[in-house]
């Protein structure tokens, strides 16, 4: 059997699809969480309601998260939270901030070019 190397890039890797498995877990989780909370409820009569219809209720309560979550996420764009947490962890990664370095180099440049172009065309 090839034994994995346990180089950076290979933990580096697993990171990632630890990650990944964590979001779905948390999705499962969120469900779980939310079905411990429709149980407690006191009222036997909402209870009964959702539990008696279970093939029922779990499609609407489907629904109901989708709906919540496009909610939710349209609240944070509006708010502009994901752009500032994405500015943010791009300022803090540093292959991140050589290439945006590169593109404002290459603006300058471009705008220093435009300005020759048009000294050459005026005079």
Known sequence: MKRPKAN???LIRWKIYIDRARMYIGY???????FV??????????QELIFD???LSI?????LFI????????IDTI?????EELRNSTQSNPVMRDILNGIEE????????????????TT
Do not use: H, W, Y
């Open 8 to 10: 950076k890039k290979t």
């Open 28 to 34: 499962i989780q969120f469900f779980m969480i939310g």
């Open 37 to 46: 909370f429709l149980e407690s409820f006191k009222n036997k009569k909402l």
């Open 53 to 55: 219809n279970i093939f």
């Open 59 to 63: 499609p609407v309560l489907f629904v």
């Open 67 to 74: 709906i919540l979550s496009l909610i939710i996420g349209r």
């Open 79 to 83: 708010l502009g939270l994901r752009e």
């Open 106 to 121: 290459m603006k300058k440049e471009l705008k220093e070019l435009k300005e020759l172009q048009s000294k050459d065309k």
